[in-house]
């Protein structure tokens, strides 16, 4: 089954109001490079109506890097799915390695997420992933199911028709080393297939996209790989140019 290439940056907690401006310009000017590529960027928080305000008419869609796991209530600090909603995201980040191991968000946390964005619309694009010991030890298998069971089993697979996967290898996000084409395409053969076990109509249709340290240098030869159908970018999607190349590349393996 063919399924669309998706491209989406992951701003991080990087970002002024004029650096915003000026970033989605220069990644704007370039739209006509990604025809039939989907495009999405995820801006900090306090910019998501500025950022979807600069985002109006183009072809390049808003996404949030984070939600909180419970409903509109006495959680300080935190933001709802339908806020999200309101603010004009199509799409949340859940389980991003960063909020798993820096903040103690557990799997079961993780679920609730993608179910509570699931349930205003918004579509959840659920990141797993081991770190460099779990590879060492021959552990990446077993975590990424672990990470992915968790999910399955709170909002079923049929959740996964509208939902979105990226692999995103702990031991290569902002470190400057990717997984190589082969490794990353044999994880997400893992994933797929584990999906595939219940419902192989939607594991066909399932795109799982990979992350980290992905850049326009390496992002053809990941592409080309049959079951990574894009890819969840950090710092390269910062600057507008490697973006874009990131967005051509994608397009030449549709």
């Given amino acids: 089954m063919r399924r669309n290439k998706l491209v ?51 072809t390049v869609s808003l996404l949030a890097q984070n939600v909180s796991h419970e409903d509109d209530g006495a959680c300080t600090g935190e933001v709802s799915a339908g806020m999200l ?59 990424v199911l672990r990470q992915l069971e968790a999910v399955l089993q709170r909002a079923g697979v049929k959740s996964f028709a509208n939902a979105v996967l990226a692999y995103e290898p702990v031991w290569a996000i902002g470190t400057g080393h990717s997984a190589t084409p082969a490794q990353a395409q044999a994880v997400h053969v893992v994933l797929r297939e584990h999906v595939a076990v219940v419902d192989p109509v939607t594991a066909a249709a399932l795109r799982v996209l990979y992350g980290g340290s992905v850049k326009a240098s390496n992002a053809a030869e990941l592409f080309a790989m049959p079951d990574i159908d894009g890819a969840l970018v950090g710092g390269a999607s910062l600057d507008a140019n490697e973006f874009a190349a990131i967005a051509r590349a994608a397009r030449a393996a549709q």
Wanted: proline residues 4%; hydrophobic residues 45%; negative net charge.
């Fill in 8 to 58: 989406a940056g992951n701003w991080k907690m990087q970002g002024r109001q004029a650096g915003n401006t000026a970033l989605v310009g220069s990644l704007l000017a370039h739209a006509a490079e990604w025809s039939g590529v989907e495009m999405w960027v995820a801006p900090p928080l306090p910019y998501l109506q500025q950022v979807g305000a600069l985002l109006s008419g183009s």
């Fill in 85 to 143: 909603a309101d603010c004009g995201c199509m799409a949340v980040i859940v389980g991003h390695s960063e909020r798993r191991s820096r903040y103690g968000e557990t799997d079961a946390q993780v679920a609730e997420k993608f179910v509570r964005a699931q349930a205003v619309g918004l579509v959840p694009v659920l990141c797993v992933g081991e770190t460099l010991a779990e590879r060492d030890a021959g552990q990446t298998e077993g975590v």
